[in-house]
């Protein structure tokens, strides 16, 4: 039983949250992904907003390097369709929706604002749909 | 300075804990998302772990008038639960099942599983670029 325990997953949640708390206590910024790189590839931003978001996803890309060696097997031969129709959707869903997984799901929740449980609640329940039509039905 | 390298930090830990936590391997989030078929509960240990360092802190944090390094807390502005929010969390929901991404591990398996995420981040700009259009 204890080598079953996913302290793994528990250790990487909590790294998340720590992230999260450092930009929020420091910087008062929500650690919230898709909002970070829509305002930086869409928005007119002065010098200062445009840095700290682009310094953000530099230290997401180095700190995931960093930890690289973590194994697991790499999906092959996944449809491209499906793989294109989730990026739109996903894009369009999280810039609508004003957030993702980080931003409503770990920040949102953290400061128990409504629209945030909603929000991840909504996607939470539609993805675990998502998936059981997709293996069910589809295959 | 100060605040880009606050980012930076808080970056690179991000970036760790979605790698430790395997969020970035898409076989596992779909899993996590299969409840009715061969569950994976793994995850949740994630999402439960990050938030509740989140709800911990988040409160000793806010009882301070400001950040330590800016001017204000930058929070969300809106605050009504309405159709955009339930059709972007819906819409966002049907991709994530669909591949298993969200953004941040997307982006991280730019590195990581190159010939999915040439296809899945070209699609996610464009998505998040149509969305914008729609956005007040």
């Known amino acids: 039983m204890l080598e079953a325990f996913p302290s793994q ?16 206590a420091f910087n ?7 909002g970070i790189l829509y305002n930086l590839l869409f928005n007119p931003l002065s010098a200062s907003e445009r840095s700290w978001r682009l310094a953000f996803l530099v230290g997401l890309l180095v700190g995931g390097y960093l930890m690289l060696p973590v194994e697991f097997e790499l999906r092959e ?31 949102g929740i953290g400061l128990m604002a409504g629209r945030s449980v909603v929000a991840t609640a ?8 998502t998936v059981t039509v997709l293996r069910q039905f589809i295959g | 300075m100060q605040r880009i390298i606050i980012a ?17 391997n898409p076989i596992k989030v779909q899993g996590f998302l299969d409840l009715f078929g061969n569950w994976d509960a793994s995850l949740a240990f994630v999402m439960g772990g990050a938030v509740a360092v989140t709800l911990l802190t988040s409160r000793f944090i806010l009882k ?12 969300a502005v809106k605050t009504s639960i309405d159709g955009r ?15 298993g991404y969200c953004p941040g591990p997307g982006i991280l398996n730019a590195m990581i599983n190159p010939a999915e995420a ?17 956005s007040a």
């Open chain 2, 118 to 134: 040439i296809v899945f981040l070209p699609a996610l700009i464009v998505g998040g670029w149509i969305g914008q259009r729609y």
């Open chain 1, 122 to 129: 909504t996607f939470m329940a539609i993805g675990i749909i």
């Open chain 2, 64 to 75: 301070r008038k400001t950040p330590i390094f800016a001017d204000r807390f930058y929070m």
């Open chain 1, 77 to 107: 031969g996944y449809s491209q369709w499906l793989l294109i129709a989730s990026g739109l959707a996903v894009g369009i869903g999280t810039r609508i929706g004003n957030g993702c997984t980080s931003g409503h799901g770990v920040c």
């Open chain 1, 28 to 34: 008062g910024r929500i650690a919230g992904i898709s």
């Open chain 2, 8 to 24: 930076l930090i808080s970056g690179l830990i991000f970036g760790a804990g979605l790698v430790i936590s395997e969020m970035i």
């Open chain 1, 9 to 24: 997953a528990l250790l990487g949640g909590v790294l998340i949250g720590i992230s999260a708390a450092v930009l929020l």
């Open chain 2, 85 to 99: 929010l339930m059709l972007g969390a819906s819409l966002f929901g049907i991709g994530w099942g669909l591949s």
